[in-house]
């Protein structure tokens, strides 16, 4: 995406998109060994992998191929260029001759039409169609609202027969979902109405990206894990304080049955043709924030390299890549791609909060400079995993040679790490070559070995208090009296051992969105501790975390149309 909004001498990404010539779906797929038969087709340029291909695929035997995670530092509210980055590096490392492909996650509809827009890359580093990707794709996220929905149906209809485990309303820990930006609907009152309608009680949606269930399907490795894993999730409590499952309710079946095709990678192409996984959104600030394990399974089967890329900035996004993902997915990263940009910089060496777009603007090398803390930050952490970073400088039209320049020699002069200015915006794979030729020399030469942060048997508090301090830079870490509580209740039900996913802001690396560069001496306060047990981690909360966003005073969606030929206007 990035750039998008500031290059006048390109035409937008949905004319860019409309102006390639796509090949059909079943000839991108010939060059990484699969056929028609292997795929379940939706139109011509996109499709669905069979559990036969897949399942064919991981007992084909041989080697996995390396792994690269494209993380970044602490954005600005418009994001510097992630997905763009990916997707042209993987289009950069096919133009070298080697074998890649991407893996990145599905947009969800609310920012889509809201204020950062798809999630489909931008310029000429894209997946096409674009704008079926952008909207309702293959049904993806349409299918994980109807099955989170009819486990909210299934618990207040099991508390209107009073059926047991009886559940007191207070206690039912389901919210209801939608994907769309709707900031009225995260608190309501349901069941208004009399005897008929139901058990009036409070209830509220959170966004479907957020859900559990999206965490559940892009985790899981099969139907029958994911049937194992919806059913242990936990939907409230009984009077005794019990966990109330979705096996409880006997909503694990019917929920299963609407996931069944929405467990399939679906797999598109680029703008220069070669293959891309793109399946699941998990929310990285209230979740684990990357693409579905069985997309990253298979395409290690299928190429040397497999780009993905991880949520926000890499204090979430990476941080859990590293602890949450490749521990469930038994896979490590063979190097780490840091995006970084002049306005981030700036907006973090300017100490700006909320951002002053056309302030970020002005050529300040000064201001740079003194946002390489949050960059350094950035760095340390990623290193710290035993695994070489490349600094991906994503340049924008406005930023100037010494801005740049000062970015580049910062990197390889004072940090000790290659960088590369990447420009896939505007020249696609071209624009990322010496990203990738600095990638693949990294792994060459890397000689260290990879370690998660924590051992999954510590405490944890201990889990907590070492993300807190080690990554995000604390002091130290305060539990409320609350989140004491919820310890116990956790190691009571023996969810102990399992990993940790923070909730934090990503506009800063501290718990406090104003903070820019890399604060310290500061103190983090856990609020609430809950499972997510279908997932597999516990959530640690911090910050107040939207998981219902709303529209922003100018929404992109008000700038978008359609005209009579069905030529779409505004979509980016």
């Not at 039900?493 to 969105?513: C, E």
Request: proline letters at 4%; one cysteine or more.
């Amino acid at each position: 995406m990035a750039s998008m909004d500031e290059s006048q001498s390109l035409p937008t990404d949905y004319e860019i998109a409309q102006q390639v010539d796509k090949d059909h779906i079943t000839e991108v797929v010939e060059d990484i060994g699969l056929g028609a038969e292997d795929l379940d087709l939706h139109g011509d340029y996109k499709a669905k992998l069979k559990f036969d291909a897949i399942e064919r695929i991981r007992e084909s035997g041989g080697e996995n191929g390396e792994v690269i995670l494209v993380t970044g530092m602490t954005p600005t509210p418009m994001g510097e260029g992630k997905t763009v980055t990916t997707v042209g590096l993987s289009q950069a490392l096919n133009r070298l001759g080697e074998s890649a492909l991407g893996a990145i996650r599905e947009p969800s509809l609310g920012p889509v039409f809201g204020v950062k827009g798809g999630a489909a890359g931008g310029g000429y580093s894209q997946v096409l169609p674009m704008e079926d990707i952008n909207l309702h794709f293959t049904g993806d996220l349409h299918a994980l609202t109807s099955a989170h929905n009819l486990i909210s149906t299934m618990v207040d209809n099991h508390i209107k027969q009073g059926n047991d485990p009886h559940i007191p309303v207070n206690w039912v820990r389901w919210p209801r979902a939608i994907d769309m930006n709707d900031r009225v609907l995260r608190e309501t009152a349901i069941g208004l109405g009399g005897e008929v309608t139901g058990v009036p009680r409070e209830d509220g949606f959170i966004l479907t990206a957020a859900s559990e269930m999206m965490a559940v399907l892009c985790l899981a490795d099969s139907l029958a894990d994911l049937k194992e894993r919806i059913g242990r999730i936990i939907v409230a409590y009984d009077d005794d304080g019990t966990p109330v499952t979705a096996d409880d309710i006997e909503a694990t079946g019917a929920v299963a049955i609407l996931l069944k095709d929405a467990l399939k990678p679906n797999v598109v192409q680029t703008i220069e043709g070669s293959p891309t996984f793109v399946h699941g959104g998990p929310f990285a600030n209230i979740a684990h924030g990357t693409n579905s394990l069985i997309a990253d399974d298979v395409a290690r089967k299928l190429a040397d390299y497999v780009v993905t890329e991880a949520g926000f900035g890499s204090d979430l996004g990476a941080e859990k890549f590293m602890n949450v993902v490749c521990r469930f997915g038994d896979m490590e990263p063979a190097a780490v791609t840091l995006v970084a940009s002049v306005r981030a910089l700036k907006y973090h060496g300017l100490d700006m909060w909320p951002a002053d777009v056309d302030e970020l603007d002005a050529e300040d090398v000064e201001a740079v400079r003194a946002g390489f803390e949050n960059l350094d930050k950035h760095v340390a952490n990623l290193r710290s995993f035993g695994v070489p970073v490349v600094v991906a400088l994503n340049r924008f039209p406005g930023d100037t040679d010494a801005e740049v320049e000062a970015i580049l020699q910062h990197c390889r002069e004072e940090l000790g790490i290659e960088a590369a200015e990447s420009t896939v915006f505007e020249e696609g794979g071209a624009g990322g070559t010496d990203l990738a030729e600095k990638l693949l020399g990294a792994i060459e030469e890397n000689d260290e070995t990879f370690g998660y942060l924590y051992d999954l048997d510590s405490s944890i508090e201990t889990k907590i208090e070492t993300i807190g301090t080690e990554i995000y830079g604390a002091e130290s870490v305060s539990f409320q009296s609350g989140a004491r509580e919820d310890i116990e209740r956790m190691n009571r039900l023996g969810y102990d051992d399992m990993p940790i996913v923070m909730s934090k802001t990503f506009h800063s690396l501290s718990d406090d969105a104003a903070k820019k560069g890399a604060p310290t001496g500061w103190n983090l306060e856990i609020k609430e501790i809950y499972p997510s047990a279908g997932a597999g981690f516990l959530v640690a909360l911090t910050s107040d975390v939207l998981t219902l966003p709303g529209l922003p005073d100018d929404p992109a969606a008000a700038d978008m149309n359609i005209d009579s030929e069905g030529v779409v206007s505004g979509l980016f």
